[in-house]
């Protein structure tokens, strides 16, 4: 029994996000919805819960179906509701009066800690609001769910947790995820869905295995297009020669079979198409610095404390050379970005106490909150005039960094998560640090974003300190590895048995 089923949908918002698709999903589907930032995934998501509509085509539905929608942004009218409050509120007024008891089961399921139930959203992470609306789509016992960036703000605690709850599901249930978290997507899906503007591709597999079946289609189309440009090349050069003699001898046949050749090439160029090319929603470009300082941190047993003064652990002994990639490894607030305030503050007087820095750092700082990208200053005021850079070639670097010139002007609060993300990226890049201390630096990047980051810190020299809850990134990117728990920091041989929850 097909759960819903789409046919030749199409949304053009100036340009297409997606034309022409058609899709079903049948009972056990679990898809993955992988695209760049900004290239219609929610959309789709929306149009499929009933929420938005699209374009063109059509959408049907089994009877009955009840969708639950995980969409990316809390309702600011729940912020100040507690966290058992907030959920019941997604329940009818019958329900929550008569049956309340379906939330502690929900909560219980996503093992909500029982401390945090009756706590205010506006109190706690982004995580757990999270997983409070996760919980508020679940307790509707929804048939199919529809997850947007459903890994957004969770440690890794709870992205195994999420990963255990929906693998745990029926095996019948079907569910679609958008997401850019390669390893969450390679564990819950079985299915995925590039989305693309036209032409896009749907395979039976979970992400990785379908990223190599995807390549190889688009290499294999690549290559037709080629043969099929070539063949209509012929075509026209053959027809030119009949032309030629046609023309000197006069003969009607001759001028026939030549515009019979040139409308087979018509023909074939009109039907041929180019291979799709991926790409992100703009370019990551990093620039270092060179240092020939043997080390450029050195810790020296430094205590790391909380912003009142409360020591967590002490660093013991260690240092961070040039070309190192050291990852910090631990549970939400175990300590991991005080790891880095404390080294940013020392960076900024020189010193601390335990911290020796050496005088040729130049400090490439990202912050997973983007402080200092949400304000009233517009992208190209952060950027002009502080870099050394020409007003053309200052628009020129936004435009490639994917915030097109409509965008540069208005204030930076106003762009997307993806966006201020490269607005950042971009600044480190003109900052030339030779060790940067980036924490969270994958939040809101699509795919191709996070490998051409990835590309950018694996190259010669880059130094670097590193909070990430992504798998794939912390695995690709990391050369050494810091582990914090039960009161200490050390270094361990690889991340997989923290991975693992060892």
């Given at each position: 029994?097909?759960?819903l089923t789409?046919?030749?949908?199409g949304?053009?918002?100036?340009a297409?996000?997606?034309?022409?698709?058609?899709?079903?999903?049948?009972?056990?589907?679990?898809?993955?919805?992988?695209?760049?930032?900004?290239?219609?995934?929610?959309?789709?998501?929306?149009?499929?819960?009933g929420?938005?509509?699209?374009?063109?085509?059509?959408?049907?539905?089994?009877?009955?179906?009840?969708?639950?929608?995980?969409?990316?942004?809390?309702?600011?009218?729940?912020?100040?509701?507690?966290?058992?409050?907030?959920?019941?509120?997604?329940?009818?007024?019958d329900?929550?009066?008569?049956?309340?008891?379906?939330?502690?089961?929900?909560?219980?399921?996503?093992?909500?800690?029982?401390?945090?139930?009756?706590?205010?959203?506006?109190?706690?992470?982004?995580?757990?609001?999270?997983?409070?609306?996760?919980?508020?789509?679940?307790?509707?016992?929804?048939?199919?769910?529809?997850?947007?960036?459903p890994?957004?703000?969770?440690?890794?605690?709870?992205?195994?947790?999420?990963?255990?709850?929906?693998?745990?599901?029926?095996?019948?249930?079907?569910?679609?995820?958008?997401?850019?978290d390669?390893?969450?997507?390679?564990?819950?899906?079985?299915?995925?869905?590039?989305?693309?503007?036209?032409?896009?591709?749907?395979?039976?597999?979970?992400?990785?295995?379908?990223?190599?079946?995807?390549?190889?289609?688009?290499?294999?189309?690549?290559?037709?297009?080629?043969?099929?440009?070539?063949?209509?090349?012929?075509?026209?050069?053959?027809?030119?020669?009949?032309?030629?003699?046609?023309?000197?001898?006069?003969?009607?046949?001759?001028?026939?079979k030549?515009?019979?050749?040139?409308?087979?090439?018509?023909?074939?160029?009109?039907?041929?198409?180019?291979?799709?090319r991926?790409?992100?929603?703009?370019?990551?470009?990093?620039?270092?610095?060179?240092?020939?300082?043997?080390?450029?941190?050195?810790?020296?047993?430094?205590?790391?404390?909380?912003?009142?003064?409360?020591?967590?652990?002490?660093?013991?002994?260690?240092?961070?050379?040039?070309?190192?990639?050291?990852?910090?490894?631990?549970?939400?607030?175990?300590?991991?970005?005080?790891?880095?305030?404390?080294?940013?503050?020392?960076?900024?007087?020189?010193?601390?106490?335990?911290?020796?820095?050496?005088?040729?750092?130049?400090?490439?700082?990202?912050?997973?909150?983007?402080?200092?990208?949400?304000?009233?200053?517009?992208?190209?005021?952060?950027?002009a005039?502080?870099?050394?850079?020409?007003?053309?070639?200052?628009?020129?670097?936004?435009?490639?960094?994917?915030?097109?010139?409509?965008?540069?002007?208005?204030p930076?609060?106003?762009l997307?998560?993806?966006?201020?993300?490269?607005?950042?990226?971009?600044?480190?890049?003109?900052?030339?640090?030779?060790?940067?201390?980036?924490?969270?630096?994958?939040?809101?990047?699509?795919?191709?974003?996070?490998?051409?980051?990835?590309?950018?810190l694996?190259?010669?020299?880059?130094?670097?300190?590193?909070?990430?809850?992504?798998?794939?990134?912390?695995?690709?990117?990391?050369?050494?590895?810091?582990?914090?728990?039960?009161?200490?920091?050390?270094?361990?041989?690889?991340?997989?048995?923290?991975?693992?929850?060892?």
């Open positions: 029994m097909t759960i789409l046919k030749d949908i949304v053009t918002l100036g297409p996000l997606f034309s022409d698709l058609s899709l079903t999903l049948n009972p056990g589907d679990r898809l993955g919805l992988v695209a760049a930032n900004g290239r219609g995934k929610s959309t789709l998501l929306r149009i499929i819960a929420e938005a509509e699209a374009t063109t085509g059509d959408l049907t539905r089994s009877r009955g179906l009840c969708v639950g929608h995980l969409a990316q942004d809390i309702p600011e009218t729940l912020m100040q509701l507690s966290f058992h409050a907030a959920v019941l509120d997604a329940l009818s007024s329900q929550a009066e008569n049956e309340s008891w379906r939330v502690d089961i929900v909560l219980d399921d996503l093992a909500v800690p029982g401390d945090l139930r009756d706590r205010p959203l506006a109190a706690l992470s982004g995580g757990w609001r999270r997983m409070a609306m996760l919980a508020r789509v679940w307790v509707t016992e929804p048939h199919c769910l529809l997850l947007d960036e890994t957004n703000h969770l440690d890794l605690e709870r992205i195994s947790g999420l990963e255990a709850f929906l693998t745990g599901l029926p095996r019948t249930f079907p569910l679609i995820v958008a997401s850019h390669r390893a969450f997507l390679d564990h819950v899906t079985n299915r995925t869905l590039f989305l693309r503007p036209e032409a896009s591709r749907d395979f039976a597999l979970p992400y990785s295995a379908a990223r190599v079946a995807r390549d190889e289609a688009d290499a294999a189309e690549a290559r037709r297009f080629g043969n099929e440009m070539q063949k209509a090349a012929g075509l026209r050069r053959q027809a030119a020669k009949l032309k030629n003699i046609g023309i000197n001898s006069g003969s009607d046949l001759l001028n026939t030549t515009k019979q050749l040139s409308e087979r090439a018509e023909r074939i160029e009109a039907a041929a198409r180019p291979a799709h991926e790409g992100s929603a703009g370019d990551i470009r990093l620039d270092a610095t060179r240092s020939h300082a043997r080390a450029l941190v050195t810790l020296e047993d430094a205590g790391v404390a909380t912003p009142d003064g409360r020591v967590l652990f002490r660093t013991g002994a260690k240092w961070i050379v040039p070309g190192d990639r050291v990852v910090l490894l631990g549970a939400n607030g175990a300590g991991k970005s005080r790891v880095l305030a404390l080294i940013a503050a020392a960076i900024s007087s020189g010193g601390a106490e335990g911290v020796r820095i050496s005088a040729s750092v130049v400090p490439g700082i990202c912050d997973q909150g983007l402080e200092g990208l949400s304000g009233a200053d517009t992208p190209f005021d952060l950027i005039g502080r870099y050394g850079q020409s007003d053309q070639t200052v628009r020129g670097f936004l435009a490639g960094a994917g915030i097109d010139i409509a965008a540069q002007d208005r930076a609060g106003n997307s998560g993806g966006q201020r993300a490269r607005l950042a990226m971009l600044i480190l890049r003109l900052i030339r640090p030779n060790l940067y201390l980036l924490d969270e630096p994958t939040n809101h990047l699509d795919i191709e974003g996070q490998e051409a980051l990835e590309r950018e694996m190259a010669d020299d880059v130094s670097a300190l590193i909070v990430s809850h992504d798998r794939a990134f912390v695995r690709a990117t990391g050369t050494r590895f810091w582990r914090i728990g039960k009161g200490r920091m050390e270094e361990v041989e690889d991340p997989e048995a923290f991975f693992a929850g060892g």
